[in-house]
């Protein structure tokens, strides 16, 4: 059972403090490490992977520092967020060449069965100039898996996806981890994170801001308070309807709609369409006005 061991990691370039003692351990199944641009995910990544030194504390996997250690090195892949693959060369020779760095017994063997893992067998002979970003992705992820290490590590691996190629890209991942494989992915979507992890990191200007279960920290972000601008066909009926009910913390009648403080973002988002029906009053736009990424977050380090 392989396990990644943070304790008080720092990380600063020059006077920016990238990583703020971090002490976490990923074990074995898909983590999510969540959090805002900038937080810091890159950096744990790359230090994950042996790329990057930690200013401060150590970072083990197990047991054995990962900074310029070869041994570990053979034992974990990086899909790095940037399109840093050969555009000129076909996925398969891209894999093999790759599998040649790792001066493996068998490069073609090895190429042929990590490209099998990802789905792309009947892509491989074209040029990855051709493949969509799903499928750059893919065979960015065949040549982190060509070694067959224990550990995969993915920087924001669904950016610029559709829906249907994350997809495909989850369910390869839950694959990877239902064998046993220590998969970390990083992202700064809250839906991408929850499809797939049950575990979650979530990283705030290079802290840790929580961490463990997703449902209960998914429960702590949506049971926080927050403002909706809702207009309907009657916004007088229908803000006398939400007085009084315990998810309604204020309602405030504006030229713009109705502006609802509620003390709870989970039950006032069950319920507002149900309490329209209820009183046969049309919903015409219902606006969360503060659903940024970061005020989530805000919220998780401050409570
Ligand atoms: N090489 C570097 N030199 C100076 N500052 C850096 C360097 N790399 C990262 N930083 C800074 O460190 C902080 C964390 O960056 P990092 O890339 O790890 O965050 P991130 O969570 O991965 O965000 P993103 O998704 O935007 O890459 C940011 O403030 C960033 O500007």
Redesign the pocket.
């Known amino acids: 059972m392989t396990t990644i061991e943070l304790r008080n990691v720092s990380r600063w370039?020059?006077n920016?403090v990238?990583v703020n003692d971090i002490t976490m351990d990923i074990g074995p199944g898909v983590t999510g490490l969540l959090?805002p641009?900038?937080?810091?995910?890159?950096?744990?990544l790359h230090m994950i992977a042996g790329f990057l030194e930690p200013s401060k504390g150590s970072l083990t996997l197990d047991g054995a520092a990962t900074w310029r250690n070869p041994e570990v090195y053979r034992r974990l892949g990086l899909v790095p967020?940037r399109d840093s693959v050969y555009a000129f060369l076909t996925g398969d020779q891209f894999v093999t060449a790759t599998a040649k760095l790792h001066k493996l017994a068998d490069p073609e063997q090895a190429a042929s069965r990590a490209i099998g893992i990802t789905e792309m067998a009947e892509a491989k002979d074209r040029k990855i100039s051709t493949y969509s970003k799903g499928m750059r992705q893919r065979i960015k992820v065949a040549a982190a898996l060509v070694h067959d290490p224990e550990v995969l590590l993915l920087?924001?691996p669904f950016n610029g996806m559709d829906p249907r190629q994350r997809l495909h890209m989850m369910e390869l991942l839950s694959r990877l981890g239902d064998e046993g494989r220590t998969i970390l992915f990083?992202s700064?979507i809250l839906e991408e994170v929850e499809r797939l992890s049950g575990t979650i990191q979530v990283?705030v200007a290079?802290r840790l801001a929580a961490s463990g279960d997703f449902r209960a920290i998914r429960r702590l972000m949506t049971s926080r308070p927050h403002v909706f601008r809702v207009r309907t066909s009657d916004d007088r009926r229908l803000a006398a309807a939400l007085v009084g009910r315990p998810y309604t913390h204020a309602v405030e009648l504006t030229s713009k709609g109705l502006q609802v403080r509620t003390s709870d973002f989970g039950a006032f988002c069950e319920q507002i369409a149900i309490l329209a029906r209820d009183e046969n009053i049309r919903l015409t736009e219902l606006l969360p006005t503060d659903e940024s990424l970061e005020s989530v977050f805000g919220y998780l380090i401050t409570n």
């Open positions: 370039y020059g920016v990238a959090g641009n900038g937080a810091g995910k890159s950096t744990i967020e920087d924001e990083s700064h990283m290079g």
